[in-house]
């Protein structure tokens, strides 16, 4: 990438939520408020499955799995936010940018390799009970949790090597709190409509295929739970498949209206929109929907609070 007089360019200057010293620290208070529940959200998760042995089966290896990679998706960029919400320029180095840009998608896009293995695991144990054990055997559940890793790390490298190869002649400011495909893409002064083209192909078959997949999944496991006979089972399993749902609806529907959509249909500030909603809500909402829903967890944590009240 060059600039018109050929110097090279080595940063870039994000335009941030608000250019408002009032808004900003407002913003600060209220992103620093969301991170923090971010965090012992996320964790509490993590320390009850870990801890409690009633939470020892690949369901909640997987929940604390998602949690732990909501605590490093929030983490990649969260942290420099806040940081420029205090900061009269917000300058970002050009390799700064480019690994934000590689981590932040990367970990999305195994969050959404994860939360179809998921779906798949709740397919195999309504669909499958007696055989649940031996199928989602631990070492599969290691393998699977690793698999999720490998993906997301190996298939953001096309995204963003295209991306880094677009001709930017000189335009450095990103109107986002971030560093984006899309929005490093927008800053391009050739015709990159083949760049683009390739980039949103790629992105619909990353979203598309784990979509495709969690639905066929749910469309099997709503037909056997409308066989089980009791209806209070019916209820567990519903309410069980009903967490997971809230949690890919909220997930896929952000990420899918940022990356799925022609770039020319964009408005001002609304990806700036969408993205805290993926970047921050959403691994704020996840502790809170599997707890608030989850009889098993609420337990766990009853039990952790009685043991401690006891010491």
């Known amino acids: ?28 208070i209220v992103f620093t408020l969301v991170y923090a529940v ?19 089966s690949p369901m909640y290896f997987f929940l604390s799995n998602l949690s732990f990679l909501d605590l490093c ?3 990649s960029t969260v942290p420099r936010m806040l940081k420029d919400l205090l900061s009269v320029k917000k300058i970002i180095s050009y390799g700064e940018c480019a690994a934000q840009m590689y981590i932040s ?9 994860l939360l179809a293995i998921m779906a798949y695991d709740r397919y195999v144990a309504i669909c499958f009970p007696l ?13 699977l949790a690793v698999g999720t890793w490998v993906c997301g790390f190996l298939l953001s490298i096309s995204h963003v090597a295209l991306t880094l190869k677009v001709d930017l002649c000189g335009h450095n400011e990103i109107n986002h709190f971030l560093c984006e495909v899309p929005e490093i893409l927008s800053l391009g002064c050739e015709n990159i409509m083949l760049v683009e083209s390739i980039i949103f192909i790629v992105g619909v078959i990353i979203l598309m295929t784990p979509v495709t997949f969690i639905v066929i999944s749910y469309i099997n496991i709503i037909m056997s739970i409308l066989k089980i006979a009791s209806s209070s089972g019916q209820r567990k399993a519903f309410s069980t498949c009903g967490s997971h749902m809230m949690v890919v609806t909220i997930f896929y529907g952000s990420a899918m209206a940022a990356y799925m959509k022609p770039r ?18 959403t691994p704020m909402l996840n502790p809170l929907i599997y707890s608030l829903r989850n009889n098993d967890v609420k337990a766990a944590f009853q039990r952790v609070i009685k043991i401690k009240h006891f010491c």
């Open 73 to 75: 998706y929030s983490t």
């Open 131 to 143: 055989h649940y054990t031996t199928i989602m055997n631990k070492m599969v559940c290691v393998r």
């Open 38 to 56: 971010i965090l012992i959200g996320n964790i509490l998760i993590i320390v009850l499955v870990l801890t409690d042995v009633s939470l020892h």
């Open 105 to 113: 998608l990367s970990l999305g896009e195994s969050e959404c390799v």
């Open 1 to 28: 990438m060059l600039l018109k007089n050929d110097t090279v360019l080595s940063e870039f200057v994000l335009l941030g939520l608000s250019s408002q010293p009032k808004i900003q620290l407002a913003l600060f």
């Open 264 to 281: 020319s249909s964009s408005l001002p500030g609304t990806d700036k929109m969408i993205a805290i909603f993926y970047f921050i809500v």
